[in-house]
């Protein structure tokens, strides 16, 4: 049984310490790959590697000043040193800002544009209302009758599993709600309110670098998270569409069924943590459809070298030529 690769990139809380750090060490082309992101962003670039590589971090983890770039960067990386070992993947679903990752793989963006647009886009945000995201084991409909002011749905990763966006305040009352229903609620490692309206204002700032920049159809099929559906050349030259993202919620769960449908996969989750594996490894769309999915970075550090090469020789045991992909 053969199968063609599509690559999903995770975004907000799929960052954990340590992630990909033995890589790094250990992978030439992954190391070169990062070091060039980091080195578009200068001196910021350098506080980011440093923070990330060693012991006493001058900035958290979880603070979107370090998980949005070192994210951008580590999917970025892995999707290079994956085509570095002649792998070439068919198309690309991202999650969050795995969607901008996605984007520059299919060259919509070049890099350095979207490292602008990202480093423009962590600045902006962090002026924002403090808040968060909670994973919410339940499907919208269950949700909403617990839903405190400002509180909306910010993911749907599938049908019983969604994550919730808001400010702090109204977002703890919220969690609050659900768990005396007893729903299983957990906080999402995040600091802000990511894919909530109340980010709009923010996001809307990126616009006028938006504008300025070149972007172009998709060269490679990507599954949008924000619509659900092959993302279109009107979309992807849409600096709007863009700009939008961080305030927009994500229905990942309908791109992974718009994925399966176009053929038999492997799906190959592309960043940190094994989030994105679960998700697909569970979708009754991709299992209909006699997918698979594996994941090139272990779900907690240490190892990654090992999971990379792993998964590197079940993709060439598993992949299947472009050609004979069923693809738009």
């Not at 370090?66 to 951008?72: A, I, K, V």
């Not at 945000?125 to 403090?130: K, Q, S, Y």
């Not at 996969?265 to 960043?271: A, D, K, M, N, R």
Request: aromatic fraction near 6%.
């Amino acid at each position: 049984m053969t199968r063609s690769v599509v690559l999903l990139v995770p975004g907000q809380g799929a960052q954990h310490p340590g992630m990909a750090v033995d890589l790094y060490h250990t992978h030439d082309g992954f190391r070169a790959a990062v070091d060039e992101v980091f080195a578009l962003w200068g001196g910021e670039g350098a506080r980011i590697r440093a923070d990330w590589l060693g012991p006493d971090p001058e900035i958290e983890l979880d603070d979107l000043r370090r998980s949005q770039p070192l994210l951008f960067a580590i999917g970025y990386a892995l999707a290079t040193a994956l085509r570095g070992e002649g792998i070439e993947p068919v198309a690309l679903a991202g999650h969050s800002v795995g969607e901008v990752v996605a984007a520059v793989v299919a060259g919509v963006f070049r890099l350095h544009d979207a490292a602008e647009v990202l480093a423009e886009r962590v600045a902006q945000l962090a002026d924002g209302p403090p808040g968060g995201m909670l994973a919410v084991a339940a499907s919208v409909a269950e949700v909403i009758p617990y839903l405190d002011a400002e509180v909306h749905v910010g993911a749907v990763n599938a049908a019983r599993q969604i994550m919730l966006a808001g400010p702090s305040a109204p977002l703890a009352n919220t969690a609050r709600r659900l768990r005396a229903a007893e729903i299983t609620v957990r906080p999402v490692r995040t600091r802000n309110p990511f894919h909530s309206p109340v980010l709009q204002p923010y996001a809307d700032k990126a616009l006028p670098t938006l504008r300025r920049l070149p972007l172009a159809p998709p060269k490679l099929p990507v599954y949008s998270g924000y619509t659900g559906k092959l993302l279109t050349a009107a979309e992807a030259t849409d600096p709007a569409f863009w700009a939008a993202q961080p305030a927009r919620p994500v229905y990942f769960a309908d791109a992974l069924a718009a994925a399966a449908e176009s053929g038999r996969h492997l799906f190959v989750e592309t960043g940190p943590g094994q989030g994105l594996t679960a998700l697909a490894r569970r979708h009754p769309a991709v299992t209909a459809a006699g997918s698979r999915a594996v994941a090139l970075l272990p779900a907690r550090a240490g190892g990654d070298a090992a999971q990379f090469t792993s998964t590197v020789a079940e993709i060439f045991a598993a992949a299947t030529p472009t050609s004979e992909a069923v693809l738009p």
